[in-house]
């Protein structure tokens, strides 16, 4: 049978284990005079039932498919005429692919050696029985833990501190699923970062001035040997970001001010929703609005007044992008300036303070480690955007603090290298990855930064 | 549950069974009658509040029915009443802190001396630094003790230089009965100080801008018995040089601090007489229903 209606079947059994338990549990506590002369509630008798059906079968399920195809394979190779065993790994990947492709009927058995004709056959059959054996193996556990769930219901089994520790185990799997999964990237993006300081020395990518990742592919093109500084995309991508933080977080501010502290209910409700569409719109659009409507209006404003634009400026990405994080600012701190207790603004008015002097003096400060909080998610959000500068701001990696120059960002740097053919062991694609580390260790920075202002805000304050 | 209901209960002798504290064939409830004008003395001579006729309303809903009363100078008048018989609404709007609801409206008259509080030239500013208000929860600011108790000075401008802020900083602690509590810590944030120590900082902060009239609601209500006491205490010292206006749930409390009692009931102002009065010899059957605790 197919892993799928295995799994269907086996949905359909713990459904019905789940069903029986609870009849079961009923059926025992009617004698008794009711379901409260049970130690737990039928729920979890049932679900207990449930889980001794699901979790066994579940389990060797999970390990029969995370193996049984190494071992098949391994079964195979072992099976074939000493003459033609690999020698070498590239040769033992080779023959497999082979092997497979015959099997699966791609490759006509007659156009091969016979003995990897008969090595596929081989192959087709292992994996028949081994379905096989697999279905009978869980219905079987499916069944017995089924079976064993039901009868051993009784009034004074502690079903539901069974079920509790079970469902605790399930949430801590989820969860370390979660952490794993960070842990595996971070290792990934931390192995080729490390390939590429072997090759490119840790100083030159940190502090050099010149980016110009382009390679010699052979050795007789005309190419530059490649320089890997990263200052100027790490000076491009703080320039963007801070004057997308300039547009943001004043405006962001304010109509959250006013949103929380003076418009009507009315107006609230909705303006809320518009403000927050605009996180909505997809970055290509803000980059495309950004390129073709605000640089050339840029470009105009600056020719008019004698100034010098690049016709792809970090002034536009970073003022599209600045509009584009607004909602993470507004939106944030919206709620927790409303979240201030109206206690603080009372005490504060009964003073007689004005409204905006109690907003400026207590209602801000009180709501100060929230706001924090969402200006930083904004920063992470404007360092992280890569769509609006691609478009924007251009991919010359000039080192400059003019917002009127074209810059380039990291992000922006990262997909560049990344387009297009790449050999995957070359200073140039692996830069990548060390790009995209110092990005997350930037970015992390920034969130330990924030968690630690928020936590003393509230030691202070609470 | 709402006291017109128990009264209306009473009267049709449902639930007997469930409230046998109530003799319900003594009491012929419904006979009840809300008298046109308040029972009792309302009237000081020379008052500092003078309210005449005061209708608060929440939307259509009206919370306060044609209210008169005087608060005399540097006296203690006590606000009494079942829960949601209008006091916070009444007090509240002694110094226009109703304004922060949309939907409230106040009408009649309102003075402060001979002054018109809902006058549209009134300067709500400075009417509430001359009327403060102590709140039900001690609500400190997140700010430091010292910064909470200069807050008020500092908006009226009433330090130029720094030692005087830090006297006045210095008076209205000592005078809230912290300042002994506190002297060594003053820039620890007030949030960190005990319940009762932050009910007195909100009266020290109160009293920081030397309000002329102080109004409190259920100051005490958040506290234990020791911290309560020296609130009470404080209030004491307090009406030397305040009028003082607190609205409370405690009979015992009302009966220690106050010099009149004013007893409400379902917006209306009942009675008003001498604290003693009210609590030996309550002039109208509503008060005494309320002080004997057959209901509220
Ligand atoms: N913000 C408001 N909006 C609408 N109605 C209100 C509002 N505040 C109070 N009310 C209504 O006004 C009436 C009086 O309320 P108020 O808070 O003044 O009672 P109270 O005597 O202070 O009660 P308690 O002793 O429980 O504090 C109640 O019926 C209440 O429902
Ligand atoms: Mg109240």
Known sequence: MQTGNLLLLLIVMVALAYYLGHQRSLALARPLGGIRHLHSLPFYYAMRAALWCALPALLILGGWLAFDDTII????????????RPDSDGARGLLLSQIQNVASGALSPESVDPAIAAAAERLNNLRTTSAMALTVVVIAVGLVGAAWGWVKIAPQLRARQQVESILRVIFMLCATVAILTTVGILMSVLFESIRFFQKVSPAEFLFGLQWSPQTALRADQVASSGAFGAIPLFVGTLLISTIALLVAVPIGLMSAIYLAEYAPPKVRSVAKPMLEILAGVPTVVYGFFAALTVAPFIRGVGESIGLDVASE????????????????VSSLSDDVITAVPQVMRDGSLGLGATRSETIRKVVFPAALPGIMGGILLAASRAIGETMIVVMAAGLAANLTANPLDAVTTVTVQIVTLLTGDQEFDSAKTLAAFALGLMLFLTTLCLNILALHIVKKYREQYE | MDTAEKLDK???????????????????????????????????????????????????NQAIHKVSLDIGKNEVVALIGPSGCGKSTFLRSLNRMNDTIDICRVTGELFLEDQDLYDPKMDVVELRARVGMVFQKPNPFPK?????????????????????LDEIVETSL??????????????????????????????????AVSPEVVLMDEPCS??????????????????????????????????????????????????????????????????EAYITGRFG
């Open chain 1, 73 to 84: 394979r391994q079964t195979v190779m072992q099976g074939l005429p000493e003459a033609l």
């Open chain 2, 144 to 164: 430091s003790i010292y910064d909470n108790v200069a807050y008020g000075p500092r908006l009226h401008g009433l330090a130029n230089k720094k030692y005087e």
């Open chain 2, 10 to 60: 009473n009267a049709s002798g449902r639930n007997h069974a469930e409230e046998p504290m109530i003799d319900l064939e003594e009491q012929p409830m419904q006979e009840t009658r809300y008298p046109e004008h308040t029972v009792g003395t309302p009237f000081v001579d020379d008052p500092k509040m003078r309210l005449r006729d005061v209708d608060v309303f929440y939307g259509d």
């Open chain 2, 174 to 207: 000592r005078k809230a009965g912290l300042w002994d509590e506190v002297k060594d810590r003053l820039h620890a944030p007030g949030t960190g100080l005990s319940g009762g120590q932050q009910q007195r900082l909100c009266i020290a902060r109160t009293i």
């Open chain 1, 313 to 328: 400026s970090a002034l536009a990405a970073g003022l599209v992008m600045g509009v584009m994080i607004i909602p993470f």
């Open chain 2, 222 to 287: 958040a506290l234990d018995p020791i911290a309560t006491a020296k609130i009470e205490e404080l209030i004491d010292e307090l009406t030397e040089s305040y009028t003082i206006a607190i609205v409370t749930h405690s009979m015992q409390q009302a009966a220690r601090v106050s010099n009149r009692t004013a007893y409400f009931h379902l917006g209306r102002l009942i009675e008003v007489n001498d604290t003693e009065t009210v609590f030996t010899k309550p002039e109208h059957e509503l008060t």
